[in-house]
Structures are given as C-alpha cells and as structure tokens.
C-alpha cells in the first residue's frame, strides 16, 4: 500500500510544482488563454485521477474475501459480505468522492426496464436509494453493505423484461417459484463511497457478480472492466480452471497489461496428511495447470488464501500471513498498476509542460525582440536635432496606422471563422445523433431474426466513425485558415507567432473502435441464434449509445475549449505588439517635446532588458522542478509524504 500512497505524493508534488510555475507565468504575463487551458487541463488530470483494479470470477471463488483482505483488514472484520454462495449480486464500486458523504448508493434494478444505461444515471440524484453509513461503528456499516447481497422475487415476465433470465434456458423451470416468480437482484448497481486511505488516495476497487451479471449487464462488459487499470482473475485453488471460467476469461478479459489471475483458497490444499513440499508441489502444479489454460506465465498466477491472510492481519499472526501468500499478490498488484499508470500520466504532463514552454518562449523572444528593437531605435536618436526626432515620430505613427489597417483587415476573416465553427458544431450535433439511434432502433426491432440486428449496429458505428472524421475535417481547415492568417499578418508587420494549437478526435476514435470490438467480441454470429440473445443486444445497444453520446459530448467539449483559444496566439502577439508601438510613440514624443531625457529613457528599456532576462532564467528554474517533479525525486516524494 506505500506504493499508492507515494504515487499520490508525486501527483501532489507534481500538481504544486504545476501550480507554482503557472503562477510564475502570470506573473510575467507570459501564459495566454490557450496556455491557462493546457495548464487547468493538466491539473485536473492529477486531481481526478484514478486508479480501477477490477475483481471478476464465478460466484464461490472468494472474490471478495480476497477484497477484504486486500483493503480493508484494518477495520478488524469484514467490511464487505462474505459467506459461502453468491454475496454481490450486483456490480458494487469501492470509492471516495468528497462531494458526497460516507454513504451507499443503490440503483434499483428496475431502471434496466428503460432504454439508459447504468452511466446514464451517475448523475442523477433521484435514481438512487443512498443509505448512510456509521463509519464508528463497522458492525452496522457491514449491516449496510449487505444490500449488495440483497434479491428479490419478481414474475418471470418482469425478469425477462429486465433481460436477467433466458426464456430458452433449459434449466429456467428449476428457478420459477410456485407462484410464477424468479429470483433476481434487488439492485443494478452499487457505489460505496468511503473515506478509506486508499480510496483517498484515488483507488476505485470494482467488485463483479458472477458469469451470468457480466454476460447480462453492458456497464461491465463495455465500461468497467475494459477501462479497467489492473483485473484480478479469482479462481478456487480446489477446483481449479472450469469451463465457465475459461468462458469468462476469454470472452471479458483475456491476457494483457495488468491482467492477473488469483489462484484462491489454497488453505484448502493444506492437508496434515502430507508433508509441506507435497502441500507446495501440489499448489505448484495448480499454479501451472492454470497458466497454461488461460495463456499466462505462471508468474501471473498467484496462489493465496485470502480467508487466511484476512484472519493473519486481524490477529496479528504474521506467519499466517506469510503463509497465505498475500503479500506477493500486493506486491505485484502495484507493480503492475502505478509504474504503468504513472508513466501514461508523465507522458501526459511532459507534453503539456512542452506546449507551455514554447507558448511562452515565443511571447517572451517577441517582446526581447520589442524591446531591442526600441532600444535601436532610441539609440539611435543620440546626437541628433529635433527634425530627426520628429521624423521618427511620423514613421511611429504610420506603423500604428498600417498596423490597425491590418487588423481591420483580419476582421473579414472572424466570419469565415464563424461560418466554420458552426458548421463544426453542427456536424457533431446531439439532435442528429439522436435521429441515428432512432433509426437504429427501429431497425433493430424490423429485423426478423437476431442476427439481422447485428447490421444496423455495425452501421451506426461506421456513421459515428464518418461524423468523427466529417468534424476533424473543420477542425484542419479551421487551423489551416488561422495558421495561414497568422503568417501572413506577422510577415507584413514583423513578428513571430506562435501556430494556432491543434485538436484531435483521435482519442474519440480510439474509444469508438474500442466499443465496437467489444460489441463483436459479445455478438458473434454464432451467439445471436436465440431471441434471448437479441432482447441482451437491444439493451447492450442501449449501453453502447449512451458511450457514443459521452464521447461526442467530450468531442463537443473539447471542439468548444478549442475555438475560444485558437486565436489566441495571434491575438496575444497583436495585443503585445500593440502596446509596444503604443510605448514606441509616447516615449519618442515625448523626448521630441523635451519633456524626457532620451538617456533615461535608454537606460528604462535597458532595465526592462535587463529583467525580461531575468524573468526568463526564473521560469526555467520553474520549469526545471515540474520536470524534477515528474521524475519522481524521492526527496520530493518524501517531503510530500511527510
């Protein structure tokens, strides 16, 4: 667990050496808008992230006994439910949000009646039942978190409504009560918000149901595991790999960064009859037989006794501890999961730090270049009579006319600008991505067989993809007008501008790629021969177009955040430049009126020379401890820490 709590002291650090340095910047006047945006972005990526390990197995397997000793020990019991049988009935999220009090949010199961997905809801006061809990007292919080073991009885019709039975199930008439009723969780989803440590920290631990939740409900299928940083595999040491997990491990999770299988419950391997290398020989050979069928190196599998290392830490008995194994899962867990997670976020920060630098190189090599340009030029007035003075004067004034002759020349262009960008908007407009999924829909529902509602699906991923590439189209032409714009403008009038910052969908593409194979990977053809199987698409289909909306509503943000700030480097230049002619003709005037001394004047421009430069080796220093920050000085992180 020190591994989490030094990752969250370099994100502190890193953050204050953000916040430090762009106050720098300010103070010099050397940040523009485009460059408070990079700045508040990289921010808050530090302040939300996150870190999601994700426990999936078949029910029985200990899943989250193995939470409980992972996290959450030193409450001195179990916090989560634990017995034999299925204890989480429903996707359950282990966080801390401060905006929220320690509570437990419950969403009743029949919100999967309607047409929104569970991330539809997050929002959304209203659907949720929230029950306090006592944070003084772990016996009545354990009473609380029991709800995410709760059913209920509903009729058959209902749990078919909701998608939870399969009507073709040959093994359905064993489920269905006397009086018509079947079995199902009372809640779709979970979130238990504690102010745990390690939560604090910005560690979300995800608890799944079984086979048959994560087969039926899209939040995890397409949301949580996927997204997922590190997933531990939890497999019963006694029974090893059956086909059901084989099944779940491929269709959801399969080998990969931070991919981990828990070989659980090898207290039960502890035999007194046999000697302790027969014990080990035979956990070894678990250990192995695993690997092999899921395609992993045996380091990957870890054998552990959670019961075990749960009732070591609680006691106090180290050597049980060390016999339950539990700590080399820790060790890897963390290995796997804050080197990867810390190297994304620097790779991150180091490109926003570079855009922040040159942002600020250019306006601060501009007004260097201003400021000798007016010490020449002031220079150059020594020894001379007041009708050289005054002829500098006129040529001051008709640069300031020639260059607001410009910029009344550039306003043609705001309506160009103007014409594209609601063109921009339009093109990624949620009305028109609402008549697709109506479209979609009734197509679906038209469809005779389900495997004839695969193409619809297929069809709207290939015109989301199109309205995606239609958007990055604007996006270059936008830019390539305003770069074009700029180098003009400074060529006539004499100065460096920066280009206009870029944007790309990229990321939004990636993640509409990724949706799609997931979808495929759910619904092959083979799988969609049933009707049970189209009524499961129809509401996966409901869950994939609530993740499409929240991508093109962050592709519609981030196109926002974009054109407040695309100008911005030109429009800094202008103002910079602006001003310098403003001072260019008041100081010049003014020592043509006597009213002056042209040596204190040079000796002024001199100072602010003199300071520019100053100023200039400061922020490098500023900047040299961002960088020293995101390396990870551990004098840093232990003063963080302390």
Known sequence: MQDLQQYGAWRAQVAASLESHGGALRQAGLID?????????????????????????????????????????????RILPSSAGRTTMCPTELLWDPLHPPCLRLLPIATRAGHLATADYRDDPAAWTVLALDLEH??????????????????????????????????????????????????????????????????????????????????????????????????????????????????HIGAGPGRLAVLNKIDAMWDELNTPHQIEAEIARQQ????????????????????????????????????????????????ELIPARRQIAARQLHADMDALLAAAQTLAASRLRELVEQLQELRSLRGKNQGVIAHMVKRVELEKKEFDAGLFKLQGTRAVFTRLSTELYTTLGMDLLQERLDAVRAAMTAARFATGMRAPVRDYFGAVRATLGAAQARIDEIKAMMDAMGRKFAAEHGLTITPPPTLSLVRQRDEIDAVELLFARQFGTATLLMTSRATLLERFFDSIASRVRRVLRAANADVEAWLKVVNAPLEGQIRQHRDSLRQRQTSVQ?????????????????????????????LAASAAQVDTALAGDPTLLEAASA
Request: glycine share 8%.
């Open 33 to 77: 808008a485009a460059g408070e945006q990079i700045l508040e972005r990289a921010l808050g990526r530090l302040r939300d992230d996150r870190l999601a390990v994700a426990f999936v197995a078949e029910f029985s397997r200990g899943k989250t006994e193995l939470i409980n000793a992972l996290f959450f020990a030193d409450y001195g019991q």
């Open 138 to 251: 772990p016996a009545r919080m354990q009473d609380t978190l029991r709800q995410v073991s709760q059913t209920c009885r509903v009729p058959l019709q209902e749990a078919e409504r909701y998608g939870l039975v399969d009507p073709h199930d040959p093994d359905l008439g064993a489920e269905i009560g006397a009086d018509g009723t079947v079995e199902i969780p009372q809640w779709r989803h979970a979130i238990i918000n504690l102010p745990h440590p390690l939560l604090q920290q910005g560690l979300v631990i995800i608890d799944t149901p079984g086979l048959n939740a994560i087969g039926t409900e899209p939040e995890l299928t397409l949301n949580l595991i996927p997204n997922a940083h590190a997933v531990l595999f939890v497999l019963a040491a006694e029974t090893g790999v059956t086909k059901s997990d084989i099944d779940l491990w491929r269709t």
């Open 288 to 335: 192995h037989d695993v690997a092999r069928l899921l395609g992993l190196g045996a380091d990957q599998v870890y054998p552990v006794s959670a019961q075990k290392a749960l009732l070591a830490r609680i006691g106090g008995d180290s050597a049980l501890f060390e016999r339950s194994r539990l700590g080399a899962l820790e060790a890897a867990l963390y290995r």
């Open 590 to 618: 003014r020592i043509h009126d006597a009213s002056d001394s042209l040596e204190q004047k040079i000796a002024a421009f001199e100072q602010g020379q003199a300071d520019l430069e100053t100023t200039r080796t400061r």
